[in-house]
């Protein structure tokens, strides 16, 4: 499996001009037929891009980035930043693919290297928003059986987190583990407490400071903190949690996006409909809509 290969399947499933949603949650592929400049963008989370045709320039505050084919570029938590696509025709379009990781994936695939005997090296660490990092063969194979896993929509519900975890391995274990490592921030307990507290009671009326409480710290201290670690604001993380958790019962259970969103805590259905398009990309019906069809 190589570049070419993961560049062709891509293509398949990119047959729309701009975003493409898939039916793996947080990850979309991306099609241009034309060079962009400019454009305001946003990661919601810890964010994997990678581009497979063509060449883009990112720029965050005075940080400013170009990677091309072959290469990704990883951001560390909810940032905003300039794009621009500097290499796209209608002939040759340009291709690229973005996966969101959440801490709680990061720790989890940490643990298990841990138990398995790893020792992590610190490495080196720099405050900066994103980097970008040249694409290995594991990584290439990793990305693969994830865009593979969805010509079969029966098992890749499966397949697809077996391919993000390895991902995750490979990333943790290269050059930039150290960073991957501190945008999960997994050594602070408090904070890793604080997210189980989120997950468990995201359906209820939950305030900064009672979560502050509930981890025993100031509620100024803990949403600083918060931020610092997560990369995102408590309530915007809280919002997340409800956003899955919806999508959830329109898959599975089948509920309308009023009932899912009133389910999860949300009052207004324009507002749930408003968060859950800037989330996965698309409205609750057409999301739900294409992953039926593509099952």
Request: charged share 20%.
């Amino acid at each position: 499996m190589g570049l070419s290969d993961l560049r062709n399947r891509v293509a398949r499933i990119a047959n729309e001009e701009g975003l493409n949603v898939t039916a793996i949650p947080g990850f979309w592929v991306f099609h241009s037929s034309c060079r962009s400049q400019k454009k305001p963008s946003v990661t919601k989370m810890v964010t994997f891009a990678a581009v497979l045709q063509g060449r883009k320039r990112v720029v965050f505050d005075d940080l400013a980035l170009s990677y091309d084919a072959g290469s990704y570029l990883f951001v560390t938590g909810e940032r905003r930043y300039l794009s621009s696509i500097g290499e796209a025709t209608p002939q040759r379009p340009y291709l690229s693919l973005a996966l969101q990781i959440t801490p709680e994936e990061i720790a989890d695939v940490m643990f298990a290297l841990t138990d398995a005997g790893l020792r992590f090296d610190e490495g080196p660490v720099t405050g900066d928003p994103a980097f970008v990092a040249r694409m290995t063969p594991e990584i290439l194979g990793a990305l693969t059986r994830m865009v593979q896993s969805l010509d079969d929509p029966i098992s890749s519900g499966i397949l697809a987190p077996l391919a993000k975890r390895e991902l995750l391995v490979h990333l943790l274990r290269g050059p930039a583990g150290a960073t991957l490592r501190r945008a999960a921030a997994v050594d602070d307990g408090r904070i890793r407490r604080a997210l189980a507290y989120l997950d468990a009671h995201a359906k209820e009326r939950i305030t900064v400071d009672q979560v502050a409480r509930h981890v025993s710290m100031s509620p100024s201290h803990f949403a600083h903190r918060f931020r610092d670690v997560v990369r995102m604001s408590p309530m915007q993380y809280l919002k997340h949690v409800r956003l899955r958790q919806a999508r959830l019962l329109m898959l599975g259970e089948g509920l309308g996006a009023a009932e899912a969103g009133a389910s999860v805590g949300y009052a207004s259905p324009s507002h749930f409909a408003r968060d859950f398009k800037g989330y996965f990309g698309a409205p609750p019906a057409t999301y739900v809509q294409r992953f039926r069809l593509a099952s």
